[in-house]
């Protein structure tokens, strides 16, 4: 089993910043995505940004330039550093990570999201 336990969501006014932190932990061989997802109410859960085990990112078309993903893989971390918050960025937002178990299985895993809200 694997835990994904996100952390740093909170209330801030707009163009401000903020940064998540996902820590993954237990039965881990290797990550290889992991990424950042976030659902408003009445939306679909929306792709932020992903980064592969190389390194490489991907960002959703409304985030790019104001938001930045990094991972620290010897503490099977990823982050997300938020700047230039803007409304229409309030959400739950939710770590993801594609983890190769030590069954040589890759599984999918969820954090159990953290709220983000931007007062305007």
């Known amino acids: 089993q694997v835990q994904l336990v996100e952390s740093g969501g909170g209330l801030v006014q707009a163009g401000g910043s903020l940064r998540l932190s996902c820590a993954a932990s237990?039965?881990?061989?290797?990550?290889?995505?992991m990424g950042w997802y976030r659902q408003a109410p009445g939306n679909q859960r929306e792709l932020v940004a992903v980064?592969?085990?190389?390194?490489?990112?991907n960002y959703g078309g409304s985030v790019k330039g104001r938001f930045t993903i990094s991972r620290d893989n010897a503490k099977n971390t990823v982050y997300l550093q938020m700047n230039s918050l803007k409304p229409e960025d309030t959400g739950v937002y939710y770590c993801?990570?594609?983890?190769?178990?030590?069954?040589?299985?890759?599984?999918?895993?969820w954090g159990q999201g953290t709220q983000v809200t931007v007062s305007s």
């Open positions: 993801q990570a594609k983890v190769i178990n030590y069954d040589v299985v890759q599984n999918i895993y």
């Open positions: 980064i592969t085990s190389g390194e490489r990112t």
């Open positions: 237990g039965s881990i061989f290797r990550i290889n995505d």
